[in-house]
């Protein structure tokens, strides 16, 4: 399948310069991220998109394909939220007619509904959507989800990381039965401890985390609250506050760092063709989108380190939008948790049956499993 689109936007007031791609409509409707970030890329962008598609289908969504936004920018500068707002408004056609935009990378959901209630938008939806009463009804109960909270954090900032960690803890356990990972997180982001905080309530140890300017390791396992509080209260952690035992490296060494499962949680192409014969790590879990690059695949297959995709391990968060806006899961916490556990393990298996017993690797087989096969128009 081919994209459906992909327009570029010029910003008028700064260099930034941004990309919508849309892979494909399912009734009408799409849905994606908005990713800021210096190095993005009109071909990211694209790479993303068709990850998002992948990842409603195997999400086993009948009312969603993908999407992606790109802004070529960084989002810690003082205009990001401008340069975001202005982002939006070149896409507004594009959103009113289905085109549902989220946080990513560099971005908040938050912000973002924000710039869409200026223009009268709660959600994205196509007419038909904003037509049917149980949608409207289904769009308030998501609402009241987001105010709940899973470690003492909001849902939407732990739930994609929540599945992320179920599907590492299901590949695990086909791996190595009875025994428990030591891991490495890239990223330290919501993705990212929503992930450890998950991991290590299932067993599994925590050895290091990476952020953009340090690799905080410890052999005993790092107190991953007590890391995440850090991290939250500055954006650059203070290395000499850090509790005895735990040791810094350069961020990239988190790559080729001892561990059982790698868990690349941020940025795309983490692991690439210039580090991916460093992976001591016998298994990689894509909690980013894209974090593995094609060449880094190649790699990674013939040293036989397994896989889990990206667009299988992280769809807790657009699968939890979408089951809850069309009636697949009861909107309650215990019953969404209930089931992107359920998802991601059973994805997570599939993957595992298809390398372990076949010698597929997991890109290939999954690829194969999740292809979207629907490509609709939009609704006009």
């Not at 990513?104 to 009463?133: V, W």
């Not at 298994?283 to 397994?306: F, H, Q, T, W, Y």
Request: aromatic share 8%; hydrophobic share 40%.
């Amino acid at each position: 399948m081919k994209p459906y689109l992909c327009i570029e936007w010029n910003d008028t007031e700064s260099e930034a310069v941004g990309w919508l791609a849309i892979h494909n409509f399912v009734n009408g409707y799409t849905g994606g991220g908005i990713r800021m970030q210096p190095a993005v890329t009109r071909e990211e962008v694209l790479r993303l998109a068709e990850c998002m598609a992948y990842k409603y289908k195997a999400g086993e969504s009948r009312f969603c394909g993908g999407c992606k936004g790109g802004i070529a920018y960084d989002s810690r500068r003082p205009d990001a939220g401008e340069v975001l707002r202005r982002y939006i408004i070149a896409m507004m056609p594009y959103i009113r007619t289905g085109v549902s935009l989220g946080g990513d990378y560099g971005t908040r959901y938050g912000d973002i509904l924000k710039i869409f209630s200026e223009f009268g938008l709660d959600m994205p939806m196509t007419k038909s959507m904003r037509a049917d009463p149980k949608i409207m009804e289904n769009m308030e109960a998501y609402n009241r989800l987001l105010d709940e909270t899973v470690y003492g954090r909001p849902l939407n900032d732990v739930i994609a990381g929540y599945g992320v960690a179920c599907s590492a803890d299901e590949a695990f356990a086909a791996l190595a039965p009875g025994r428990k990972a030591d891991v490495v997180i890239q990223g330290m982001g919501r993705v990212a401890f929503g992930c450890a905080s998950r991991l290590a309530e299932l067993g599994h140890r925590i050895v290091g985390m990476a952020d953009s300017q340090v690799f905080v390791h410890s052999a005993q396992g790092l107190d991953v609250e007590a890391l995440y509080r850090m991290k939250r209260e500055c954006r650059v952690l203070d290395r000499d506050g850090l509790p005895e035992g735990w040791e810094t490296y350069p961020t990239e060494a988190c790559v080729a760092a001892e561990c059982d499962v790698l868990i690349p949680a941020a940025l795309a192409n983490t692991v690439n063709g210039d580090n991916a014969a460093s992976v001591k790590a016998g298994l990689v879990v894509e909690a980013a989108n894209i974090a593995v690059s094609p060449e880094a695949d190649e790699i990674l297959k013939k040293r036989g380190v397994r896989l889990i995709c990206d667009f299988t391990a992280n769809l807790s968060e657009a699968w939890l939008y979408d089951a809850v806006f069309f009636g697949a899961v009861t909107p309650e916490l215990s019953s969404v948790l209930a089931g992107a556990e359920a998802l991601c393990r059973r994805n997570a298996a599939k993957q595992m049956r298809c390398a372990l017993e076949d010698g597929i690797y997991a890109r290939e087989s999954a690829r194969e499993l999740f292809e979207p096969d629907v490509q609709d128009l939009p609704e006009i």
